[in-house]
């Protein structure tokens, strides 16, 4: 994992072109593509430079891990003791994290001026997106590993990931929304879990125990060696007034394989800067050639991997506030980059590897994204991330065309940023879309939006008509939804997930009544004092199917 918080690429950067192009040439175009992206002469001399500077370190972490391992297998090692203790220690910290992040989970409506929306944070509450992560997740790692692993998402406009010693992977919705198809998640799991399945995690605890010991051998600076191993394996606070050293969990927390350092922006995000763990390059490498091979084993497509890397070249180009360049590594995201186009190539050289049938993606998937993309691109919107919420909610709404909430914000997004009249068209089109869908009146803000474009000079008299009609329906649906949202105080808080299901199943009238179900508890007590238990075990009434609610004149 190249811990480093990124943000969300340019929309439209792909590395490999969609279409029946021969594997070869796609590889072709792959070099052509990074080769571009590498810049002129000058360029070239410095990452020569950079790739000479990094051979040399990589030399000298091998052989101090070396050192290390001889040191921990030697029989009857108190350095063995010594690492084990520090490790089970780590593992104890990563429990308790796991702990905390598994109660974290919340959600909450909130009406902010004409907009009613869900915030979410710590793990995200989608059961059937949790459930497909965790699968996608298990299918490339080994099945024959003695590890056992979970994987987990959280809600973070922060395209993030963090991984636990003990086995427990996170990655965050700003991360998922921002992939294109199962074979790009697989591949940014497989790359995590195999951080896991290394002991990366150990390693890095073997060498800051053998750095001293090290040092003495060799007869060289012995606090020369500890700080080259810190920025080995070295902590970075990252946030406003960021700090360098340990975290009280030390989660190794980032951007799955490499970019630039995220920071906080809010409660969303948790308390907490993000504390992030720079895996050495050597590391990285293994774990990205396991990645390559887990994925390819699992059946699906490698050559969808590089358009992560294309992705992390572009990190932080729209939105820098989320970035902090200095810490990213642009030269080692195009060699790995390059590292995977060549490994690409030599896999064409086999006959099997062109004429087999490569899993890309599939309808559930992309579905599921869908509404990771809408919740994500809403969040965003909320913290003026704005390219981030405009790519999110535009690739939701090619798929969920008829989500009231994903249209609706894609609306905002559009109307906040256009620059022209006929992109403010634009906006209007997706508020008459989602005022259209909105079967339960929970975007009731498209009228009002709908509503103001029409108080021009220039409005006819039909205008001015069609005006007063929207500013009725939304205060009229505003106040309706009020008055539900105290009734359905006592519902799961996710209850917005659960209109998700019912949606996906054809339902898309009913609407959960507390009143209702107020009066049917009251009755059931009145008739039979223990009804009233039995009751409650079946579960509170509502509304089976709410009709329409009649509009005032909008249209």
């Given amino acids: 994992m190249r811990t480093l918080g990124i943000v969300l690429a340019a929309a439209g950067l792909c590395l490999l072109a969609p279409g029946p192009a021969p594997l070869g040439a796609q590889v072709k175009q792959t070099k052509e593509t990074f080769g571009k992206l590498l810049g002129g002469k000058k360029d070239k001399d410095d990452n020569a430079k950079a790739a000479e500077k990094e051979e040399t370190i990589e030399e000298t972490y091998q052989q101090i891990k070396e050192f290390a391992v001889g040191l921990y297998n030697k029989p009857g090692s108190e350095f063995k003791e010594l690492v084990d203790k520090q490790y089970r220690e780590v593992m104890r910290e990563h429990a308790q994290t796991a702990f905390e992040t598994n109660q974290s989970a919340h959600s909450e409506v909130k009406y902010i001026m004409e907009d009613r929306f869900r915030v979410f944070s710590g793990l995200y509450d989608n059961l059937l997106v949790q459930d497909l992560v965790n699968r996608i997740g298990q299918s490339v790692v080994p099945k024959n590993s003695d590890r056992l692993?979970?994987?987990?998402?959280?809600?973070?406009?922060?395209?993030?990931?963090?991984?636990?010693?003990?086995?427990?992977?996170?990655?965050?919705?700003?991360l998922v929304a921002m992939l294109d198809n199962k074979a790009q998640l697989a591949y940014v799991l497989a790359h995590e879990g195999a951080h896991v399945y290394k002991e990366h995690w150990k390693t890095r605890i073997m060498l800051q125990?053998?750095?001293?010991?090290?040092?003495?051998?060799?007869?060289?600076?012995?606090?020369?060696?500890?700080?080259?191993?810190?920025?080995?394996?070295?902590?970075?606070?990252?946030?406003?007034?960021?700090?360098?050293?340990?975290?009280?969990?030390?989660?190794?927390?980032?951007?799955?394989?490499?970019?630039?350092?995220?920071?906080?922006?809010?409660?969303?995000?948790?308390?907490k800067p993000p504390v992030i763990v720079d895996w050495n390059a050597k590391e990285e490498d293994e774990a990205d050639d396991l990645a390559f091979q887990w994925v390819k084993a699992a059946n699906l497509s490698p050559k969808e991997i590089p358009g992560v890397y294309v992705a992390l070249k572009g990190a932080g180009a729209q939105d820098n506030r989320t970035t902090l360049g200095f810490l990213g590594s642009p030269e080692r995201v195009l060699q790995r980059a390059k590292r995977v186009a060549d490994l690409l190539a030599q896999e064409e050289k086999d006959p099997g590897f062109a004429k087999k049938q490569w899993i890309t993606s599939d309808p559930d998937f992309d579905l599921l994204l869908a509404e990771v993309q809408r919740d994500n691109g809403v969040l965003a919107y909320e913290y003026d991330m704005l390219q981030m919420a405009r790519d999110n909610l535009g690739k939701s709404v090619k798929v969920k065309d008829k989500d009231p909430t994903a249209l609706y914000f894609y609306g905002k997004i559009l109307q906040l940023t256009a620059k022209t009249d006929a992109e403010r068209s634009d906006a209007q089109k997706y508020f008459r879309l989602a005022a259209d869908n909105d079967r339960?009146?929970?975007?009731?803000?498209?009228?009002?939006?709908?509503?103001?474009?029409?108080?021009?000079?220039?409005?006819?008299?039909?205008?001015?008509?069609?005006?007063v009609a929207f500013l009725k329906q939304y205060l009229d649906d505003y106040y309706r939804s009020r008055i539900q949202e105290?009734?359905?105080?006592?519902?799961?808080?996710?209850?917005?997930?659960?209109?998700?299901?019912?949606?996906?199943?054809?339902?898309?009238?009913?609407?959960?009544?507390?009143?209702?179900?107020?009066?049917?508890?009251?009755?059931?007590?009145?008739?039979?004092?223990?009804?009233?238990?039995?009751?409650a075990a079946a579960g509170p009434a509502a509304r089976p199917a709410a009709a329409p609610v009649k509009k005032t004149g909008a249209k």
């Fill in 440 to 467: 339960r009146n929970q975007n009731f803000g498209a009228y009002l939006h709908r509503a103001t474009a029409l108080l021009n000079p220039q409005a006819t008299e039909t205008d001015k008509q069609q005006a």
């Fill in 149 to 174: 692993f979970a994987f987990k998402l959280k809600a973070s406009p922060i395209p993030s990931a963090e991984t636990l010693s003990t086995g427990t992977i996170y990655v965050s919705t700003g």
């Fill in 209 to 271: 125990a053998a750095a001293e010991e090290y040092a003495k051998e060799r007869q060289q600076n012995a606090e020369h060696i500890r700080q080259r191993v810190a920025l080995w394996g070295g902590l970075i606070g990252a946030g406003i007034g960021g700090i360098a050293g340990r975290s009280a969990t030390g989660v190794a927390e980032g951007a799955v394989i490499g970019g630039v350092a995220g920071f906080a922006v809010g409660s969303a995000l948790g308390p």
């Fill in 486 to 535: 105290r009734e359905t105080v006592n519902y799961p808080p996710h209850l917005e997930t659960i209109y998700d299901y019912l949606g996906r199943l054809g339902e898309y009238n009913y609407v959960v009544d507390g009143s209702k179900a107020k009066l049917t508890y009251a009755a059931q007590e009145t008739d039979s004092p223990g009804a009233a238990t039995t009751a």
